[in-house]
């Protein structure tokens, strides 16, 4: 996100699917950026996960110019793990994730 942050012109956007499965609730799970404000999150939902749409617009703020370190030390702590480890075993064989 933050190459797509310093890339877009303002008012650009991102786009992109984001895979969700777990127990976990999806906002905690929705990528945030001070530069990019979500403007959509369209979800499907599929049998054991589901996915968001997600669209993103570059906004330019003084807040998000100050928030932007702050963002990317945040980043660098936060691990998270991997879709396919958190993908079902019954699932992960039927298509392959290994």
Known sequence: MSLAAQHLKLGGRLVFWLPLIGEVPHEERIPKHPLLKLI????????????????????????????????????????RPEFRDMVPASIRDVINLR
């Open 40 to 79: 959509s999150n369209c979800e499907q939902e599929f049998n054991q996960w589901t996915r968001s749409l997600l669209t993103y617009v570059r906004v330019d703020t003084p807040e998000a110019e100050l928030g932007l370190q702050e963002s990317r030390k945040e980043v660098k702590e936060k691990k």
